[in-house]
């Protein structure tokens, strides 16, 4: 049993933080551990990132969304700016996910991984995050 969430972490989010820990490094210059405290995670990972070697199954597929990408850059140039809060960063993640769930990529990415039913109701038809925290 592997529902549609677990490969949002597995997947998703890696190739996710891995896109804008590249956009801050490569544009915004940041060193390696300035971009791992601003993404909360380890400067090890963010090494992982820069090289592919964490965030990079799939990475293909979930690049090929543009949304994804621009979403990353969006985010980057907010951390590196310091207009965004964590919050904000969190709130924009998940409006990713949806989004990825309404126009069904994380179910292409979960049909490529197992065994579905042709008809496969996992994803709700509408899903939109709380637009206010």
Do not use: W
């Not at 933080?17 to 590249?22: P, T």
């Not at 405290?37 to 293909?60: M, N």
Request: glycine fraction near 2%.
């Amino acid at each position: 049993m592997r529902p549609p969430c677990e490969l949002v972490v597995k997947y998703v989010l890696p190739t996710y933080r891995s896109l804008i820990a590249k956009e801050l490094i490569e544009t915004y210059k940041y060193p390696q551990v300035a971009a791992a405290k601003a993404l909360g995670t380890t400067q090890a990972a963010i090494s992982q990132y820069v090289y592919s070697k964490r965030g990079d199954k799939r990475i293909k597929l979930l690049e090929s969304v543009p949304m994804i990408k621009s979403s990353a850059k969006k985010l980057a140039k907010g951390i590196a700016n310091k207009e965004i809060t964590s919050i904000q960063a969190m709130l924009e993640f998940c409006r990713v996910c949806m989004a990825l769930r309404k126009h069904k990529v994380i179910c292409k990415l979960h049909r490529e991984l197992l065994t579905l039913p042709s008809i496969c109701d996992l994803c709700p038809p509408r899903t939109e995050p709380r637009r206010n925290i």
